[in-house]
């Protein structure tokens, strides 16, 4: 768990991603960090799609970004995610956005997810799903 | 069906739907169609909501686009939706999307839809429907 | 300035915003609130597309949010918009999302925005745009 | 040019590139023909992000997709892309994408661009540039 526990996902930046700024826009961002997220879990052995098929949902409760340095379309972006908490019946990750090929930071993000049944009930996440998450 | 019934939404455009070529990215035009598409069953009083809680699903099958001009952020589009064919397994919507001041067209489209049941497999769309949607 | 003056935009949610867990995937709503931010601005008289045409850009340097209930498609959902602090050269806003309808409170949120100029320098907010955004 | 020439791109669903039919969203394709478009213009040694900082854009003109099966989050997905025809004012690139486990085709597609310059008219695509796309 937390920084001994690091996963890195590397892909270029869509045009799409772009915005007439110029640079990638911001909510894209969320996008990439929920990705950093599916990389870590199946990097754990746990993919997310595998724990939505046995019933058990992570729904977003809480969302912090902080912007330091915009991406832009012919860059690569790398993205960092770590397990920062992992509580009875939420979990926060943690992330970094970097340029792939200068390393600059360029974001840093922070969500908590809530787990819910397929009701939308919070609910406890399983010892086992948990422990493995946070190996 | 057809010219003959055409329901209009209008909407302004985001500033996330730009590109870093300074107009909309076209895959928003897609998304509008969509939209469109929605407003047009709800005026026909089957909201495609309510289709799908009852276990019918439409899926995408084909989608044509002309780009004529661009819309921009700062503009308003109006989307002119109707019902191209209605057969027994898909239907076709046509769609042209138009700049809400100066009514120049900026896009025209199509999609067919294809009825399918929640399993994915193609089924019959129910008459009642096809005569809604068709009214 | 604040709760003083809020302005509100409502619209429907779309098909494409939603995701596989039934309810509107969570970067929507910072698209969402960018929106409302837009039509608080129009409303105040100064347009971010003629901001942007002056040669002033506001950049995203903060995003918090709260999700507490999820909207769907099918629902119409109302941003409400205010401006929470103007400094010299960054601006916050604050958003909540409710469902049209109901009036359930959806999503809280802040951006904090970091004007620049077109080469990405940081710069002072002209006074007159700031005594207008903030009036 | 054409099928003898024929770039791959592989990259995994997105969470959010789902759609509550479970199915990722149609507009979605249109973006990862993009980025199949973007890996076969870096692969001829001219990426498209240079061709723009040159002061030519590539604009789209047509789009037409064929959807044959769905993608899902926990896949990933094969773009491959290839230059159609190069005219002197427009070209056009054809699209597969593939389930990356199985092969199976799950849409096809096509994309004609239209030249132009920064002010937006219809202009010549450089000799040299058209030769090294086709190449």
Redesign the interface.
């Known amino acids: 768990m937390g920084r001994d526990r690091v996963v890195e996902t590397t892909?270029?930046v869509?045009?799409?991603e772009?915005?007439?700024?110029?640079?990638v826009?911001?909510?894209?961002y969320?996008?990439w960090m929920?990705?950093g997220r599916?990389?870590y879990m199946r990097a754990q052995g746990m993919?997310?799609?595998?724990v939505?098929r046995e019933g058990l949902?992570f729904?977003?409760?809480?969302?912090?970004?902080?912007?330091i340095a915009?991406a832009?379309?012919?860059d690569s972006v790398t993205v960092r995610t770590w397990l920062e908490e992992a509580r009875s019946r939420a979990i926060t990750f943690g992330y970094e956005v970097f340029h792939a090929g200068s390393r600059a930071l360029l974001v840093t993000g922070q969500t908590k997810l809530v787990a819910t049944d397929q009701a939308?009930n919070v609910t406890r996440i399983p010892d086992a799903l948990r422990a493995r998450l946070a190996a």
């Open positions: 892909f270029p869509r045009y799409a772009s915005d007439q700024m110029g640079i826009h911001h909510a894209n969320v996008i929920e990705e599916s990389q993919g997310y799609e595998q939505e949902l729904a977003v409760a809480e969302l912090n970004v902080r912007y915009p832009r379309y012919g939308g």
